[in-house]
């Protein structure tokens, strides 16, 4: 009917659902070593950094979905962008302002709202620009956002405030993961529910993950750097096998190299990541380029090459989601409605964290039972949620702040 906007995708749902419960497994998981085909006790690893990144690309199409223009019962496309543009910045707004508390919080994770909320708001002009557009300049942002953030880390060594230390500089330094984001924007403009576009993203994402994981380590090894950056000074060794959570935090960054543990931004920037070298009198004036930074392809390593193989990892598991969720039905719910309240879940899980923390026992840390009891928790309490009550509790609390500042007239459905 004229005037509606398709269903849900189920597809993406199901990869925000994997997307958040990944990260639940990377920061209530207890720590384990570097991803190893022949050691399962190591592929948990395989969560590390890349749910964060897919958790991003879906915004990045949600964001699409939302904005994009809606016909009226006559046919013609109202000029919705103002309406669009103020939605999106609210919601940013209000996704800053969660993230605040839930950052108060001082767990090991560093929350990653703050960032979504910068990257919303840079994304706004570019809601209606060309695909063409949008595609280069996301482009742009991945190629330059690790050295944006190098140069910032070097000259911003010491900064504790928590908006340079968490949006700009932190785990998700905000350049690169507007790119990601924007990514997501371009792909929400495919006709995600057609099986050849699928294909075709799932051809892409796995391109992608190789040429960056790939050309990340056969640029190091053309440099003379080891494959394996684990414990390289300059380089990252993000993730549970470092010092524990590090997905959607940077536990295993700062912790492992400066001793900060919060996600408050108290003390210094994290010593991971992609950063320059003061060479000589060791001032910045004469820096020097941080290879092994630059070319990791570790978790949380914030270099060009870990991006866009994380992100190729995230474009495959979202066409093989929207691939599968047709056929799996009934079996997948539980995953789609996580994935339908994935903020709430998101939040909850941090609000766990602080709890167990705050009880005293260490020994949570060392096995498995917090994170199964917070991930079939999600599922059991998520899926009757979905069916009778709908929208969870926080993405209600952002919708209505995103349109608390609309006047009347005809809403358009939320994706």
Do not use: K, N
């Amino acid at each position: 009917m004229a005037g509606t906007r398709p269903s849900r995708l189920d597809g993406l749902d199901l990869a925000r659902g994997l997307a958040v419960l990944g990260m639940v497994v990377a920061h209530l998981g207890p720590p384990h070593p570097g991803f190893d085909w022949a050691r399962p006790d190591s592929w948990a690893a395989v969560v590390d950094g890349r749910s964060a990144v897919l958790f991003a690309l879906c915004a990045g199409i949600s964001l699409t979905l939302m904005t994009r223009p809606r016909e009226d019962v006559d046919g013609t496309a109202p000029d919705d962008l103002v309406v669009h543009r103020r939605r999106v910045l609210v919601r940013a707004v209000a996704l800053f302002v969660l993230g605040a508390p839930l950052t108060a919080l001082d767990t090991p994770v560093q929350v990653i709202l703050p960032t979504y909320a910068v990257c919303f708001v840079a994304t706004i002009p570019l809601l209606r620009a060309r695909t063409r557009t949008v595609a280069g300049v996301a482009a742009t942002a991945l190629l330059i956002g690790p050295v944006c953030t190098a140069v910032g880390r070097s000259v911003l060594h010491d900064a504790s405030d928590p908006l340079v230390h968490g949006v700009l500089l932190g785990a998700y330094p905000g350049t690169t993961w507007w790119g990601v984001v924007l990514v997501g924007l371009a792909v929400g403009r495919l006709p995600l529910r057609d099986t050849r576009v699928r294909l075709l993203l799932l051809a892409g994402g796995v391109t992608a993950a190789v040429a960056g994981y790939g050309g990340g380590v056969l640029a190091r090894a053309a440099l003379g750097l080891p494959a394996d950056d684990t414990g390289v000074t300059g380089s990252v060794a993000a993730g549970s096998a470092a010092t524990g959570p590090a997905d959607g935090g940077a536990a295993g960054d700062a912790a492992g190299s400066t001793g900060v543990t919060g996600g408050a931004g108290a003390g210094p920037l994290p010593d991971a990541g992609p950063h320059l070298v003061p060479q000589g009198g060791g001032t910045i004036e004469h820096p020097g380029i941080d290879w092994a930074g630059l070319t990791s392809v570790q978790p949380h390593a914030g270099s060009t090459p870990e991006v866009l193989g994380a992100l190729g990892v995230a474009l495959a598991v979202l066409a093989l989601s929207l691939l599968v969720t047709r056929r799996t039905g009934v079996v997948l719910a539980p995953l789609r409605a996580v994935g339908a309240l994935a903020l709430t879940v998101y939040a909850a899980h941090i609000l766990v964290y602080a709890v167990l923390d705050a009880v005293g026992r260490d020994e949570w840390h060392t096995g498995w039972t917090a994170t199964v009891l917070v991930v079939v928790g999600a599922g059991l309490v998520a899926t009757p949620w979905r069916r009778w009550l709908g929208t969870g509790p926080l993405e209600r609390v952002v919708r209505r702040a995103s349109r608390s500042l609309d006047g009347p007239g005809p809403r358009c459905r939320p994706h």
